[in-house]
């Protein structure tokens, strides 16, 4: 089912009944409508895009100024109160009856990853600190070269799914991951005259520059989800970036290195990486690795990934739509490239809380999520597991103010155990 764009109400036609307070504002309706089809108005919307643009450096001296308007104020009022409503003060609730899968490294997961993008119909959601567009889903390379994660996603693109994806922009004198690179190489996948083209949106995030955008600055912060939603029947969420160096089995291996010949490695180019000794270096040449796999050992990756079904997947799907959303505003705005993403459920009044604006002169159209209809989705009872979705978001990353719900989740849990405390984390302070 295609989706429908937002299409505001149509303009009565001059001789048309019109109500008196509207003939009123505007006697000369016909000329009206003129201009707003003329290339004055066009100069006039420019003028105005141009004139918010410079008027955001002014929220240099204003960090509130997501929060200090009356409807942000009663936006924000909103979400407290169904956080208060929920355990750990979660934007979502507890849900029961999912289906859930644990992904013990990355074999395993990315495999399942690659049987479920194939699978998409209608959209795909990715939320990742780092993607690399040249990673294989499957290994051998040299036997799975369609399981390449750009060529999925290209062959989805090109069936008509639309693909949305959020990555982590870096500071590139810091790290190396180079998101301007997947972003191009992701969206220049299906090129203009060709099946799929402009199927594939990619957004970076945040901007380190005030000037390329006149949008918010962040340097100390990361975006670090890694998740996927996949037609609002099937998410994964959890540790693993979709990206070199995190595809590994249960065994390990240290070495790469094959007599039989080279059509049996399994981490090619600068998937064979050991950051102790290297980090990844121009990774736009992926196949250029300057780690010797003679003279060195790769370091092993070793995560957790889980596979969900049922009605938190909505959750998670609507945390997307909220950062894509708050990205478009923050920094997208007035690109018409970019959409903004409306959410069944989070109609009308409510459709502040996944951060849609209307502006006077709106880019992008307003697109209707789930473009199929809900009642066909996988909600309801799907299997034994109550689960809740937590996260850790506040006002650089999705416009809300600061919720910890995770982190009340692990004070909770600890708090009350009886027996042991287990905890296996990538980064762990006291």
């Known amino acids: 089912m295609a989706a429908e764009p937002y299409q505001p109400p149509l ?6 009944d019109r109500s008196l307070k509207d003939r009123l504002e505007h006697p000369f309706e016909q000329l009206r409508q003129r201009f707003q089809d003329s290339q004055l108005n066009d100069l006039k919307v420019k003028a105005t895009v141009f004139k918010h643009k410079i008027g955001k450096f002014s929220n240099l001296v204003n960090p509130n100024h997501l ?3 009356e409807h942000e104020k009663d ?3 909103k979400r407290t109160f169904i956080a208060q409503s929920h355990r750990f003060a979660s934007f979502a609730p507890l849900r029961e009856a999912n289906k859930v899968k644990w992904y013990v490294d990355g074999r395993d997961y990315f495999w399942a990853v690659s049987v479920a993008l194939e699978r998409a119909q209608e959209t795909i959601y990715i939320a990742d600190w780092w993607l690399s567009p040249e990673l294989f889903l499957r290994r051998p390379p040299h036997y799975n070269q369609e399981w390449r994660l750009d060529q999925v996603l290209k062959r989805r693109a090109e069936a008509g799914v639309k693909i949305y994806i959020v990555i982590y922009k870096e500071l590139q004198q810091a790290l190396t991951c180079n998101s301007a690179h997947s972003k191009h190489a992701l ?3 299906c090129p203009e005259g060709t099946p799929g083209y402009g199927n594939i949106k990619v957004m970076r995030h945040p901007d380190h520059n005030v000037f390329e955008n006149a949008a918010d600055m962040t340097f100390y912060w990361a975006h670090h989800e890694k998740f996927i939603v996949i037609d609002y029947n099937l998410a994964f969420i959890g540790g693993l970036d979709m990206c070199f160096g995190r595809w590994d089995s249960r065994q390990h291996s240290l070495t790469d290195v094959h007599p039989a010949g080279v059509q049996n490695e399994i981490w090619p180019g600068q998937d064979f990486n050991n ?3 290297m980090d990844f270096q121009n990774v736009m040449d992926w196949t250029a690795n300057q780690l010797n796999k003679a003279d060195y050992g790769r370091m092993p990756w070793h995560d957790v990934h889980m596979g969900l079904i049922g009605d938190c997947v909505y959750d998670i799907a609507e945390h997307f739509i909220q950062r894509w ?3 478009k505003r923050d920094k997208y705005k007035h690109d018409a490239q970019y959409d903004w993403l409306l959410l069944k459920g989070r109609d ?3 459709e502040d809380l996944i951060s849609v604006q209307r502006p006077k002169h709106p880019m992008g159209q307003y697109i209707q999520h789930p473009l199929g209809p809900i009642e066909t989705k996988n909600f309801g009872p799907q299997g034994t597991v109550n689960a809740q979705i937590v996260r850790s978001s506040c006002d650089w990353s999705s416009g809300i103010l600061t919720e910890h719900s995770i982190q009340t989740a692990y004070c909770e849990i600890i708090r009350n ?8 984390n990538q980064f762990f302070s006291k």
């Not at 155990?417 to 296996?424: D, F, K, P």
């Open 11 to 16: 303009k009565a036609e001059a001789g048309e």
């Open 67 to 69: 929060h200090d308007e």
């Open 75 to 77: 936006t924000d009022k």
């Open 187 to 189: 969206e220049g996948l």
């Open 275 to 277: 950051c102790r000794i």
């Open 325 to 327: 959303n708050f990205c």
């Open 348 to 350: 009308g009044t409510d």
């Open 417 to 424: 155990a009886q027996h042991y405390v287990y905890i296996e």
